[in-house]
Structures are given as structure tokens and as C-alpha cells.
């Protein structure tokens, strides 16, 4: 089984919201889209920090200029379209950021392909939500996290 490794961004900003893409995973056998954190995979000797900066200047045009602790991870495993099996190693850091537009103009030619659009989401509309997230858990880290309780030690989500 191939193993994806990715760096992927908590982004809180000063209203206690977490930004969100929705992504469309047209690659997976359930072809769904959902809402799912900045981020992706890390290129060849990439360490998980550095796609970290990488990614969040790709996505949302924002130059990180500091080391970020890593609060979360998840190890799902995702069936491509052609039965093949794939261990996504995901790492969650904790940015806070209070850009109220982001810039999209660095954005790859898949997330071009896949990515639609980007939103702000408080804990009263993730909860009164019909969409799907990235995880059941996105509503508790959301409210542990404005609330400070974040995690000393990177903690295992859904």
C-alpha cells in the first residue's frame, strides 16, 4: 500500500472561525466533494513544516514566517477509482490567520481542477450544516480550539 504524506492547516481567525475549502475528490471511488482544511502532500524531501509554507502560499497566497504546532493527525485510508489502497499520513498544525480575502493565483493545475471555493465556517454553521467535512470531528476541534484547549501533544481526530 503507497503512503500519501501531507501537511494540512487548522486555520482559526480572530471571529473563531476555521477556513475551509471544498474539494472535489473526483480520484476516489466515492467521488464526493467536501469541505477540507489548506493543504496537501509533501514533495520529494519536503519536510511536513516546509509543505506546510508551501501549501498555504499555493492556496490562500500567505507567507508563513514561523514554525507552527502540530495539534492534530489522522492516518485514513482512501480506495482510488481503480480498487488501488492508499494510507494518507495527514499532520493538522495550528495557524491563526485574519485575512478576510486570500489570494487563489498560485493554485496548481489540479487544485485548479478541484478546488471550487473557500469560506469562512463558525461553529453554529458547521453544526447546522448538511455538508460533509473532512472529519466528524471538525466541530469539537473547532470548539477546543477557540476555547484554548489545545492539545500539548498532537492527538489522533476521525
Known amino acids: 500500500m503507497d503512503i500519501r504524506k501531507s501537511s494540512r492547516a487548522i486555520v482559526i481567525n480572530k471571529n473563531n472561525e476555521i477556513f475551509l475549502f471544498r474539494y472535489k475528490f473526483d480520484y476516489l471511488q466515492k467521488n ?10 509533501l514533495e520529494e524531501g519536503e519536510s511536513f513544516d516546509d509543505a506546510l509554507g508551501r501549501e498555504l502560499f499555493e492556496e490562500l497566497g500567505v507567507e508563513l514566517n514561523q514554525e507552527y504546532m502540530q495539534i492534530y493527525y489522522r492516518n485514513p485510508i482512501y480506495i ?76 489522533k481526530i476521525a
Open 32 to 41: 464526493s466533494a467536501i469541505w477540507i482544511t489548506p493543504g496537501g502532500s
Open 80 to 155: 482510488l477509482k481503480n480498487g488501488e489502497r492508499i494510507l494518507s499520513e495527514e499532520k493538522f498544525f495550528l495557524v491563526y490567520l485574519d485575512e478576510k480575502e486570500f489570494s487563489y493565483c498560485n493554485w496548481t493545475e489540479s487544485e485548479n481542477e478541484r478546488m471550487s471555493e473557500g469560506k469562512w465556517w463558525s461553529a453554529e454553521e458547521i453544526r447546522q450544516s448538511g455538508d460533509e467535512f473532512f472529519t466528524p470531528d471538525l466541530l469539537k476541534i473547532l470548539q477546543d480550539v477557540t476555547s484554548g484547549k489545545i492539545p500539548n501533544a498532537p492527538v
